[in-house]
């Protein structure tokens, strides 16, 4: 998230109003109020083009890929494999065939548990991550943790929640035998200094995974760049479907890696006296895949890279800075999470109204925001708190919604009063 608020108000460039029009889903009323969704870190709402690219593809298009010789499974193929060429290109991976789908982060996160680190380690040796990781970023390694017994470990977080890196250096050795950490914190905001991470894990011939589930929809993602070794993302976050996800690793880590699922697709030979495997990335993809989630993915990419997407962060900016001076006037209102570069997450607690009934009240008015612990227990727990008030702003809200936004919580207080 590069530009600032001011950089927007110079350039301006973006049409809010026209841009909301594409999002069907925004354009009705909760409980008589106009929906005002706030809630775009747990799911995003999708443009018209990704809904209609989904029914076209089972209009016109739709079936089995790969093994087909007629003309549909043919269409089906090429459809499928360009939604994966797309994905290359919009995270700036080296090669097409080093992008894997997966059902989304979680799976992701888990396919290189079981199957790059599981057989590589045993006692004594560790993973690492940061306080602030999602569940998903968590429970895979555990599991890993009592398989083979190694150890999680994970660095702690300041209170403004920014990853306290004297620590997690600390923490890093030769006993580190790989480093997962998320890029932006759904629970916080926190744009982490990943580039910066994978420097310290490196120095330590250390693996650096890195989820992206929050970053894909706000950040200009490079893997290149960032030097990580796997990265994960989600296509219902980045304006996508649901069940269709990413991850992308090194061919040479990938090669390296026995399959985690077996069956059709996965292989090159069957017989009852052992199997060999298909190549990259097909090892990693057994059964019919969710073909029509990698066309709505690839038509959700190609609606973003066609926007000014530097317009689209200033936006987002704008709307963090707005939201976090708005919501600061509130008396009793604690934002959790101040870190000076963040995405557009404001989580907060108010006096003791506790974040369900904040979350119910507001629904009453029309404004859906997320409630609870966010899949982020340790973190939370860390903060002394079960659970946080969450708003998430994507692309399409506007300041106005945050305006809504502070009359229903003006409006909850009195109820509590
Ligand atoms: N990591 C982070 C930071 C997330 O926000 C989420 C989703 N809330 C996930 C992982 C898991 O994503 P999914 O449920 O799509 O697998």
Redesign the pocket.
């Known amino acids: 998230m590069s530009a600032t608020p001011e950089q927007f108000a110079a350039t301006g460039t973006l049409d809010v109003e026209a841009l909301r029009a594409e999002f069907p889903a925004l354009h009705q009323e909760i409980n008589g109020h106009p929906l005002i969704y706030l809630d775009s ?2 799911s995003a709402q999708r443009p018209a083009v990704v809904i209609d690219a989904i029914a076209d593809y089972y209009r016109h298009d739709h079936a089995n890929v790969h093994r087909g010789v007629h003309t549909l499974s043919d269409r089906a193929t090429r459809a499928f494999e360009a939604a994966r060429e797309r994905v290359a290109g919009f995270i700036n991976a080296a090669a097409t065939h080093e992008v894997i789908w997966t059902r ?4 992701a996160i888990n396919l290189v548990a079981q199957s790059h680190l599981r057989p590589r380690i045993g006692p004594g040796d560790e993973i690492l991550v940061t306080w602030m990781e ?1 569940h ?2 968590i429970v895979p390694w555990q599991l890993v943790c009592e398989q083979t017994g190694a150890r999680l470990v994970a660095a702690p977080v300041t209170d403004a929640g920014e990853i306290d890196m004297a620590a997690f250096e600390r923490l890093l050795g030769p006993q580190t035998r790989l480093v997962a950490v ?1 890029h932006v ?2 629970a916080l905001g926190t744009i982490n200094p990943v580039a910066r991470i994978v420097e310290l894990a490196h120095a330590h011939d250390a693996p650096v995974l890195v ?1 992206g ?2 970053a894909a929809p706000h950040l200009q993602v490079d893997v290149q760049a960032l030097g990580c070794d796997f990265y994960a993302f ?1 296509g ?2 980045v304006f996508g479907p649901t069940g269709i ?1 990413v991850l992308w690793g090194r061919e040479t880590l990938l090669d390296a890696m026995p399959p985690w699922h077996g069956g059709g697709e996965m292989i090159r030979e069957v017989s009852f006296d052992g199997s060999t495997w298909n190549e990259l990335p097909f090892k990693f993809e057994a059964g019919t895949p969710h073909i029509a989630g990698a066309v709505g993915l690839a038509a959700a990419l190609e609606w973003l890279e066609h926007q000014d997407r530097t317009a689209l962060a200033a936006h987002e900016a704008d709307l963090l800075a707005h939201a976090t001076h708005t919501l600061s006037e509130f008396e009793g209102l604690r934002i959790v999470g101040t870190a000076p570069h963040k995405a557009s997450v404001v989580s907060f607690v108010f006096n003791d109204i506790h974040a369900h009934d904040i979350g119910t009240i507001l629904d009453h008015e029309g404004v859906a925001i997320r409630t609870g612990h966010h ?1 982020t227990m340790p973190l939370l727990r860390h903060y002394g708190l079960a659970a946080t008030a969450r708003a998430s702003f994507s692309v399409y809200n506007t300041r106005a919604e945050i305006d809504r936004l502070a009359a229903a919580l003006a409006k909850a207080l009195t109820l509590f009063r």
């Open positions: 870190a747990a989304g982060t979680t799976e999602h998903s970023n998320n914190s759904n989820d589930a929050q989600s219902h976050k996800g899949c």
